[in-house]
């Protein structure tokens, strides 16, 4: 029985011997992650899980009608940076629904990351191909 290191806090433990290929301790805080980053999984490629997910939520904000407006009360931060990315969303939308070719000049230019690329036919429609590609700005000028 050998040490393995957790993914989530990187420390070495003993795995169980029923499952020496166990990557996450036993610590609460990592198998949250692990449960959160299956469940991310899960709902990523599973579509009835998924629309069971949001049956789920549905039905207990029914049961819990008062929920989001006590919460937003009680955290007028979380409001105030809803508010900001709302505003930040519907500015991105307006005033075409499809990328600009110039995104990448002009005032707001790309930021460095992971982008995924669709390949677009002739009539604007997202082809099923889709790429990742690793962008990174080298000068705004
Ligand atoms: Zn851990």
Not at 11 to 21: D, E, G, I, L, M
Not at 120 to 131: N, P, Q, R, T
Request: aromatic share 8%.
């Amino acid at each position: 029985m050998g040490l393995n290191r957790c993914i989530a806090c990187g420390k070495t433990f003993t795995a169980r011997a029923q499952s020496p290929q166990q990557s996450y301790c036993s610590n609460a805080p990592c198998q949250k992650e692990r449960r959160r980053l299956w469940q991310r999984e899960k709902r990523r490629e599973d579509p009835d899980y998924r629309a069971d997910q949001v049956q789920a939520h549905k039905a207990w904000l029914a049961r819990h009608p008062d929920y989001w407006r006590q919460y937003r009360e009680a955290h007028p931060e979380y409001v105030e940076q809803n508010r900001t990315q709302q505003r930040a969303r519907r500015a991105e939308k307006s005033p075409e629904p499809v990328a600009k070719m110039d995104a990448s000049i002009g005032t707001s230019p790309l930021k460095s990351g992971t982008y995924r690329l669709t390949l677009m036919s002739d009539d604007d429609v997202a082809k099923m191909d889709v790429w990742m590609a690793e962008i990174t700005l080298i000068s705004t000028a």
